[in-house]
């Protein structure tokens, strides 16, 4: 909650793989206070045995890491940390925060799309890696998830649906965070050092195939000042130019992807942000109309959305938060619903199970809760909620790494290739 009108000092983390104890280190080593950390993906946030059984990772992968001891209250993260999900997380634990939510204390998701304000600067997220063949379907998959199931991986895969409601945000987007990398990016950067480093690219950078084409039609729509990524286990920079249109100015997007947490590999950036706004995590009013605007839908509509419908939604959000200005910030309602690692009854619990979190999200908000499942589940320990709207209408609920399923050519990259500093391998300059 404190001001800092020098702005804040953000920290960028890229693939975790559950390595929260070394990568908190680091920060700690660089001597910079840091006031958040945000996470590119695979953050593996595995409580026990159970959720472990429920990570698309071969099992000779499947550690328990550092999570559980964040979850259990054994230790807290000592800066704000907010991640999404990659291809590599615990399917278990997820499902029970699909509009986001506290995984641990001080450790938030942002669900399978999301929009929260911190220190002013808006932060748009978006987990999962592109897969073409799931894409246009529901999210429909559901716990138990038993080892070997399909839906284990059709989980972390991105839908429609989540993609088109970030496209309907008007606002300026300060931060975008996306696993896999948006198609054409190579490009914008120094692509001829980047096959150098990972040969095996070469063939999906020339086809303009390598990333995600969802990610691509964010990028181009919202066009963020700053946009990070991981999944590719490498260091690269970009500059992503949007010409004038429309009514907009022209403008630049920095990309910026980071490795995995390993040592001698660029796995983190720390940077400034300005702003002299006091550094609380908040909502965002208009992503929130965008959810109820658009709730009725399990999948992207064929049609674009009345602005009207969004605006009057937003008008409804805006009075609310008018009438009590503390549900505007999200609150620390973090809650266990499964033992951690270590504790009398961890394993099995491969539920489904409830959180609380959600279920008093949805009531106050006016949203399906998409894990009620209907109604057989019960809600360990929620609060009542201050606004409930009932609402008949609910959205129904449909990797390791390796080679992308192939979609159609992407929109040609804009920006000629520009070079990309790495003299120093632990910063990488934005402008480059």
């Given at each position: 909650k404190k001001k800092n009108p020098s702005g804040m000092r953000i920290a960028v983390e890229g693939c975790a793989h559950g390595q929260l104890d070394q990568i908190y280190a680091t920060i700690a080593r660089s001597g910079q206070q840091v006031d958040l950390l945000l996470c590119c993906g695979d953050f593996q946030p595995?409580?026990?045995?159970?959720?472990?059984?429920?990570?698309?990772?071969?099992?000779?992968?499947?550690?328990?890491?550092?999570?559980?001891?964040?979850?259990?209250?054994?230790?807290?993260?000592?800066?704000?940390?907010?991640?999404?999900?990659?291809?590599?997380?615990?399917?278990?634990?997820?499902?029970?925060?699909?509009?986001?939510?506290?995984?641990?204390?001080?450790?938030?998701?942002?669900?399978?799309?999301?929009?929260?304000?911190?220190?002013?600067?808006?932060l748009a997220g978006l987990s999962g890696i592109f897969k073409n063949y799931d894409y246009r379907k529901p999210h429909f998959e559901q716990p138990p998830f038993q080892g070997g199931s399909d839906q284990i991986s059709s989980f972390y895969h991105v839908r429609s649906i989540d993609v088109y409601r970030l496209k309907q945000l008007q606002g300026e987007v300060g931060v975008m965070l996306t696993h896999d990398w948006p198609t054409g990016v190579a490009f914008c950067g120094n692509a001829q050092q980047l096959m150098a480093r990972k040969p095996h690219f070469r063939d999906e950078i020339n086809s303009n195939t390598l990333g995600s084409p969802a990610a691509r039609e964010i990028l181009d729509t919202l066009r963020p000042a700053l946009w990070f990524s991981a999944h590719l286990h490498v260091k690269f920079a970009a500059a992503i130019r949007h010409a004038a249109s429309g009514g907009r100015p022209a403008c630049t997007t920095r990309f910026l992807a980071l490795d995995k947490c390993l040592p001698r590999r660029d796995f983190l950036q720390i940077l400034e942000i300005s702003t002299d706004e006091p550094l609380v995590l908040t909502y965002d009013s208009e992503w929130l109309a965008i959810l109820r605007a658009t709730q009725k839908f399990a999948t992207a509509p064929a049609v674009t959305l009345r602005p009207e419908a969004i605006r009057s939604e937003k008008e409804q959000i805006d009075a609310m938060f008018t009438a009590d200005p503390n549900l505007l910030r999200v609150p620390a309602n973090f809650r266990k619903t499964v033992p951690a690692h270590g504790e009398q009854g961890a394993y099995?619990?491969?539920?489904?199970?409830?959180?609380?979190?959600?279920?008093?999200?949805?009531?106050?908000?006016?949203?399906?809760?998409?894990?009620?499942?209907?109604?057989?589940?019960?809600?360990?320990?929620?609060?009542?909620?201050?606004?409930?709207?009932?609402?008949?209408?609910?959205?129904?609920?449909?990797?390791?790494?390796?080679?992308?399923?192939?979609?159609?050519?992407?929109?040609?990259?804009?920006?000629?290739?520009?070079?990309?500093?790495?003299?120093?391998?632990?910063e990488i300059d934005l402008d480059d």
């Open positions: 595995v409580r026990n045995a159970a959720d472990l059984e429920t990570m698309a990772v071969k099992p000779k992968y499947r550690e328990m890491c550092d999570f559980y001891k964040y979850y259990s209250g054994e230790k807290v993260a000592p800066v704000l940390t907010i991640f999404i999900g990659g291809n590599h997380e615990a399917a278990n634990h997820l499902w029970e925060l699909p509009y986001g939510g506290w995984a641990a204390k001080n450790i938030y998701y942002m669900g399978y799309a999301g929009v929260l304000r911190f220190g002013g600067v808006r099995p619990t491969v539920g489904p199970h409830m959180n609380p979190q959600t279920f008093e999200f949805c009531t106050q908000f006016g949203l399906p809760n998409p894990c009620d499942l209907g109604g057989l589940l019960a809600v360990p320990g929620a609060t009542a909620a201050a606004a409930a709207v009932a609402n008949p209408d609910e959205i129904a609920l449909s990797d390791e790494d390796g080679e992308e399923a192939k979609p159609g050519p992407a929109a040609a990259a804009e920006a000629a290739a520009t070079a990309v500093a790495a003299s120093n391998p632990d």
